[in-house]
């Protein structure tokens, strides 16, 4: 009779209607507004992102009761799809978080790893030998990760395939978030800062047509230019874990496990990729190694989330 009752109530009904991922991006906003609120400066920053973030739950819970109450093919669509674009608002915003939370970088406990691991900084190993080619080919697959997550999920959505489309979305946003915290607990800005001269990367990285655009445009993604000074104190600190390493081992994961056509040319594009991050001097090998350690965990905690959360709105039917 208890349950019966509560299955009945307006908000089991209410509850029913989020989805996995809107749980998990719920509960992300909620995160980072508790740290910012608890453990920010005072900074207008510390009252500020919380009432946003308290917005954004709210946009996201309307969003999932209108999708699922209209009936209407597009707000369906916007509902399955606003996590990807949503990823770059909530980037932006961790500039900001980072910023009212930490006033230390973390890249001198990073060097020291690589130098563990190698007994000297790869970046500058790899700079012996730097080719334009090579550089222009990798700074190009660099730009394609923004489009790794979009292919399995535009791939299973052809297929007809929402429920695997829901656990992949789920599972990448969910990679993101993890990669965002790291950039909260361990604030750091890579070795294009810290081991090398920024403003000479062109000069001493050059490419060939495309790499003067393309690292502008990821410079400009984080907040800066090429010319700006003080540069290092303005970028995004977004280096560990390698959020670029962290989800294209994700959707790898998921173009094989969904036996994706395009897996095959995934496969060798995400090794290349992997690899660009630090050539380029975006990340230290650190970096690449904390994702690799995530990465399972990641899978099998993500598994039993969504698994468990779809257990729930089962039981209130």
Known sequence: MKSSSLADSPWTEKFKLLDAVDVLVICFLLLVATITLFFGRGTTLRWLLPLLNLGG????YHLAMHAKRSGSTLWKQVHAWYGFPLLLV???EMYWAVHAVRDKLYDSYLIQIDRFLFGTDPTIVLS???????????????ILFYFFPLTIGIALVRKNRYREFQYASFLILYGFFVSYLGYILFPAVGPRFTLHDFYATDRELPGLWLTPYLREFVNRGEGITSTLPQAADLVQRDVFPSGHT???LITLYLSFLFKSRTRYILAPLGIVLIFSTVYLRYHY??????????????LWSGKRLFEGWERTKASTT
């Open 90 to 92: 909530i980037y932006k």
């Open 285 to 298: 090998v650190a970096d690449l190694v904390g994702a690799g350690l995530l990465f399972p965990l990641i």
């Open 128 to 142: 012996r030998y730097a080719h334009p080619v090579l550089t222009e080919v990798l700074q190009t697959v660099y």
């Open 57 to 60: 739950c709210l946009v996201v």
């Open 246 to 248: 962290l989800i294209t």
